[in-house]
């Protein structure tokens, strides 16, 4: 019994710390000179965070949100100038570059802390762990970099110092790949209730580009049931199907009503496809980079 206890207690150990990092991640009174918190931290969960941002919030819920730690930093030497410093706590790694992904800018200049973040003259967001960080100024159209970075960089300091990319797009990580590209949808991948979720990103091969994607299932039934379910809807609503299977792994190529030439196949828990194909045999060479990064066989 006492045994039992102290595991139960040493279980509960994190969530006290992450909740006590949520309560000192935002420095205070300030990050810099002249500038220092106007009002006290606020805290936001799932059931108010549309008071903070109205028309967002829903975006953040699939992701795993729970909490929102929130100041705002005032500057002396021009009290309507201020800074919104916003830490998202989301459900894990991969759901903080999955909310960050909706933000992410491709031609702007990187940031350097966190995992991968970006800035502009309005605003500097990056991820770290499991913690997504927003800044962005009001009162002006834009603020020095050196402001930004100053804030940012206090933040990073106070998060755990993983700065890891998620492990799930080293899937996609293939020579065909558009860098920064990376999207992580958390429900309803490419819209279709059935790929419940996965990763997408942009491909070009010789000049072609399309579109890649990775089903996580959580497990090889579960994969196959999705794959069947896909299979079912192009010969309903799609052209030109042609399906091969062998013990372990199936895969067809077919016109999707939405996203034209489609090559998928299931294998193991997932299923690795590309959309939006013109040339099914430079679709069939990315599949091949992706099975590849995946450690899987050749097609039937």
């Not at 020579?175 to 429900?187: D, N, W």
């Not at 090889?220 to 192009?234: E, I, T, V």
Request: hydrophobic letters at 45%.
């Amino acid at each position: 019994m006492i045994g039992m206890i102290a595991m139960t207690l040493m279980a509960k150990i994190p969530l006290w710390a992450d909740d006590n990092l949520m309560k000192n991640v935002l420095p205070l009174p300030g990050f810099a000179e002249d500038w220092t918190a106007k009002d006290p931290l606020n805290f936001y969960d799932r059931e108010t965070l549309f008071e903070h941002i109205n028309g967002e919030a829903e975006l953040y819920i699939p992701y795993g949100f729970d909490m929102l730690a929130t100041v705002t930093y005032v500057n002396r030497s021009n009290p309507d100038v201020w800074l919104i410093a916003d830490v998202y706590r989301m459900g894990s790694l991969l759901d903080a570059f999955g909310i960050y992904a909706n933000y992410r800018r491709a031609k702007a200049a990187g940031v350097p802390f966190g995992a991968d973040g970006f800035i502009l003259p309005s605003q500097l967001m990056f991820y770290q762990d499991r913690y997504f960080v927003r800044l962005q100024v009001t009162g002006a159209t834009s603020l020095q970099q050196k402001i930004y970075l100053a804030c940012g960089r206090a933040i990073a300091h106070k998060l755990p110092k993983d700065e890891r990319r998620p492990r799930e797009l080293e899937m996609v990580r293939i020579p065909a790949l558009v860098p920064g590209s990376e999207r992580y949808i958390p429900q309803s991948l490419l819209g279709y209730a059935f790929f419940r979720r996965g990763v997408s990103a942009d491909a070009v091969l010789e000049g072609k580009p399309m579109q890649i994607f990775v089903v996580m299932s959580d497990d090889q039934a579960a994969a196959r049931k999705a794959f069947a379910q896909y299979r079912s809807y192009l010969m309903a609503e799609g052209r030109d199907l042609q399906v091969t299977a062998s013990l372990d792994l199936s895969a067809l190529t077919a016109i999707d009503p939405l996203y034209g030439g489609v090559v998928a196949e299931q294998t193991g828990s997932y299923i690795i496809g590309v959309i939006r194909v013109n040339d099914i045999s430079a679709a069939k060479q990315i599949i091949e980079q992706m099975r590849a990064r995946m450690g899987g066989r050749k097609s039937p």
